[in-house]
């Protein structure tokens, strides 16, 4: 088993979309990234606590490579929003990929270069790619929250 984190605006939908990936074994959404410990889902709303919305996600690399997260990550976002998905804004929303490992960190950057050299987008890609810090799991109505509504999505996919 392996761990990969992406923020990428509303955690809500992020999750909905990455376990629906066969080889996707879990997931979780928290925050990530800022300088508050065990940060609650009101304080990351101001924000003021530097945290993103993330999805921690577990999957089975020999069933799901990373490179296909990421290929994920890309297409169901705006890489090129600073610090906003849609109606969605505030630092909590930015477009992160937080690496667990040196390769993970590597195939990250390279994906994001390809993309940028592709000419898929006409503004620059904003994307975050940091080391993953502590990882604090968001309160548990937040988990799975689209799932447990009957719905798929959330977000504007580009």
Not at 27 to 33: D, E, F, P, S
Not at 34 to 39: D, L, V
Not at 58 to 84: C, I, M, S
Not at 98 to 124: I, V
């Amino acid at each position: 088993m392996a761990k990969a984190t992406f923020a990428a605006g509303c955690f809500w939908g992020v999750e909905a979309t990455f376990r629906q990936l066969p080889g996707v074994i879990s997931t979780r959404v928290g925050y990530i990234g800022g300088k508050t410990t065990n940060p609650t889902y009101k304080e990351v709303c101001t924000d003021a606590t530097g945290h993103a919305e993330a999805v921690d996600v577990d999957y089975d690399p020999a069933k799901l490579p990373y490179g296909k997260l990421l290929e994920v990550f890309w297409e169901n976002h705006d890489p090129t929003q600073l610090n906003r998905q849609g109606p969605d804004w505030g630092t909590q929303y930015r477009s992160a990929i937080f690496f667990h490992s040196p390769e993970q960190e590597a195939e990250a950057k390279a994906s994001k270069q390809a993309l940028e050299s592709s000419g898929r987008f006409r503004k620059p890609i904003v994307t975050q790619i940091v080391p993953a810090e502590t990882f604090y799991e968001a309160e548990d109505y937040h988990q799975q929250y689209l799932e447990k509504r009957g719905l798929t999505s959330c977000h504007v996919k580009v």
